[in-house]
């Protein structure tokens, strides 16, 4: 169901009110309990499951007795092979330029890839696009951050669930690329970080690997922790929430910030103010809720509304076995894709909101199925580097020591202590790590520690994030695929040329030199040679063929290099020739012999030539 709520700006411009997006998700949720439970009887039924650490209540609903039913009731029917279409997030950050990310789903709930742009209509404020262009993201172009918001309460520890949950998570991880980011919340009487969002799969699975269940279930702390932690990623972001029970502890749980849990504060709106903080945060950072049900006792309907309301599934999973292709089939969802990308009519960022439908175009060229999604012009925050950080694109540093790199970011409606800034780093074809900024003023800075410039290493990779908690921009504004980068100073010894001894040569000078400049010398011989002096110097003499092996160290960070020179014995016999009026022959016992000063007789006699 797709509600659109517009208004009338005094100019005369259509829009949609800044809160249509959120009234617009609370009335789907509503509408699609009142769909899928039927109207609540005057006097609700209670029946209480759970284990005892772990108890809960839920309306006693046959409708729902099994996850099939649901699932039949969610199904819309086909439309030309086309069964619904999604439209997960808005990115205006780079108004006027404003893309939307779309799923198109078969019956089967599968996306159906390989759409060409003319299967698309797209609308911003009831006025079509015929301008747009299209990208259909899969596998190898799709960059996920996922944050998986996994139940450890009492009852995980039956039926092997806690077990199968932690197995499945470790998969997940494992198939990451070095491009995508997975953060890990666990709850249970609260919500806990585990791991904030990396790259890096030892830790992400160190985290999993302690996960241990018992205590209740704050299960929308939990989501709404999971959403609040992805709002400053890039990519294609998701929160997959996982629990076998129901919510029973949020109002012992964080803040008045945070949901207040079904018997909160305002017990009369029950799940409806928790659902607008957890799916209005949601809606505003693009970023879809999937819910997975474990088990048998559980009630699906504050999982099917949050996930729906968000643009997100809800999966159940009967037994731990499940839940393996459960995630793979959100991965392939969030991977299999359209980007459509188009010029906003109103190309001034005067605070507007404006409703955006993107329906798939049939044979007849008719538009269904449609889905709608809101967007407000906010500003972005905006992000430059300083100067001396962008000077160190074409300036080595010294491997082991620590460099700080800083950008200037402002936003025109967001104020700088509520920005989010990081640093993303790496020294290889590796995956980034983050580091958060400090700030003054309107300079955010952060240090690249002295570990990761290496000696043998080429350059360091960077890119910094902002975000307002709406939109999250990067410099460059391509990444992680692109980069910044600073070189890293390599450590370098040149033994110099090859060198010749003859039987006239009988010492030589080797012809050493660093860079950089400065550092310690120490050569070795091999295979024969000899070494007569200078053998901590760049230049030192030698008397024997063979390899020489010159070592330089660079005191400042115990970085080394070596390279070689090969000396060489060349036994050739001189020619004999006349220089003037006199020729040098050897003279042994008053006759005369052909000169041969290789083979070791005594030096020859200079005698007038005739």
Sequence with gaps: MSLLYKSYTPNGRRGVSRLGWIIRAILAAISLSVIALGAAPSEKKMINLGTPDDPYMVEQRPTLATAAKVNSILSPASVNGVSDLFLGSIDASLFPLICTYVEVLDPNGLPIPHLPADSFCVYQDGFRMTDFTIQELTGDSCRTSTCLVIDVSGSMSTSGKITAAKDAARRFVRSMSIFDRTAIVKFSDCYTVVQNFTSDTALLISGINSLTASGRTAFFDGTWKGVSLTTTELGSKAVIALTDGLENESQNCGNSSTPNGLNGSQPNNGFTDDSTLIVGLALGAGIPIYTISLGSDFDPHYLVSLSNGSGGSHFHAPSGAELDSIYDAIKVRLCTRYKICYNSIDTIPDGDCHTVVVCHQNDDLTCAPCDTGDYCEKAPPVIKRTPPTIALDNICQKAKTNVQLCAWVTDKDTPLASLTVNLFYRNGPTSY?????????????????????????????????????????????????????????????????????????????????????????????????????????????????????????????????????????????????????TLDIESVGGRYLPLDPCAGERPGHRVRAV
């Design 433 to 581: 790590t983050s580091v958060a900024t400090t700030r003054t003023d309107s300079t955010f800075c952060a240090t690249v520690p002295a570990s990761q410039l290496l000696c043998s290493g080429d350059s360091i990779q960077y890119y910094f994030t902002a975000s307002d908690g709406e939109h999250t921009v990067a410099t460059p504004a391509n990444a992680p695929i692109g980069h910044h980068a600073f070189p890293i100073c390599p450590t370098i010894a040149n033994a110099g040329p090859d060198k010749v001894l003859t039987c006239l040569v009988s010492q030589v000078q080797l012809s050493g030199s660093s860079s950089p400049v400065g550092i310690n010398f120490a050569w070795t011989a091999t295979g024969g040679g000899h070494i007569v002096s200078g053998g901590t110097t760049a230049t030192p003499t030698v008397d024997a063929a063979g390899t020489y092996i010159l070592t330089v160290t660079d005191p400042s960070n115990s970085c080394t290099d070596k390279d070689t020179a090969l000396v060489t014995l060349n036994t050739a016999k001189p020619a004999l020739s006349c220089v003037g009026d």
